[in-house]
């Protein structure tokens, strides 16, 4: 039986851009959270309310947020060494995990914040607060929600699981200023409890988002294959080969943003070594040149059998 095994690396022009995309991201983010952090501090305690002093604190969380998003990505671009041959991607994974973690954490709050202002019925024991407040509020969506959208773009360009759980977190301080908005409004109007039933679907709002990076992130950790769609696309790849007869076998699996490829295909038995080796070269580079995202492939050459000739 002739066989032939290869396995390269992908494009380093991937992982270089990864880095370079995500930390200018990153540094845009810590620069708009610290500005507007400072600015809602100020209108909180200029314009006495506590929700705008809670949400400036929210946003000064962001700042750490991102910081461990950048730390996540430096060490995830780290090249392969001897120690870990198949590289630190995964690292960035266990960033996307922590933030996930902490917009839990402040989704939770807000919700048992919201519960006990509920239960406790003293609604008429707020302080009113000032316009600077609401104004405050309404440039505090409009920004965090253009952060969102930022960030969000570009992560899903690099497909960057800590770099989306850090867009989120910006959508989560967009929806904790929303809330301070309504309650704003609704404590200028004699209606303070609006402010603590809106706080309950933005806990709604952050949880579902917390969750749904966090199981984005652990599949990356498990080796969970690819989607469906993507594997059509490289067997129908590789079939576009006219020397490829067929293919027994192709697995996939990702390992933080990149992919890993195993595939075996089925070349005419009589070739000699050389030629089904010039073949596994031409499948690699056909399916390199086509997904920038696969890092590793490995190709299994296998001989048709002679009824299938």
Known sequence: MKENRIMKKGNDDFASDFQRIAGRVSTMSIIGNVILSVFKLIAGIAAHSNAMFSDAVHSASDVFSTVVVMIGISLASKKADKEHPYGHERLECVAAVILAMVLFMTGFGIGMQAFKNI?????????????????????????????????????????????????????SD?????GALIGIAGARLGFPVMDSIASLVIFAFIIKAAYDIFKDAIDKMV???????TERQIYECVMKNKEVMGIDSLHTRI?????????????????????????????H????????KIKHIMVHVNPAQEDNI
């Open 285 to 292: 580079e056909d399916i390199e040149r086509n997904f920038q």
């Open 119 to 171: 239960l406790s019925g003293s609604y008429n024991e707020l302080q009113v607060p000032g316009m600077l407040a609401l104004v405050a509020a309404v440039v505090s969506i409009m920004i965090k929600e253009a952060m969102f959208w930022y960030t969000k773009i570009y992560a899903v360009k690099i497909d960057s699981s800590a770099l989306l759980a850090d867009a989120w977190h910006h959508r």
């Open 255 to 283: 390992f933080g943003n990149r992919i890993y490829v195993d595939i075996e295909v089925v070349v005419d038995g009589s070739y000699t070594l050389k030629r089904s080796h010039e073949i596994a070269e031409e499948v």
């Open 223 to 229: 080796d969970h294959s690819c989607d469906e769609e």
């Open 174 to 178: 967009a929806f904790s200023s929303v």
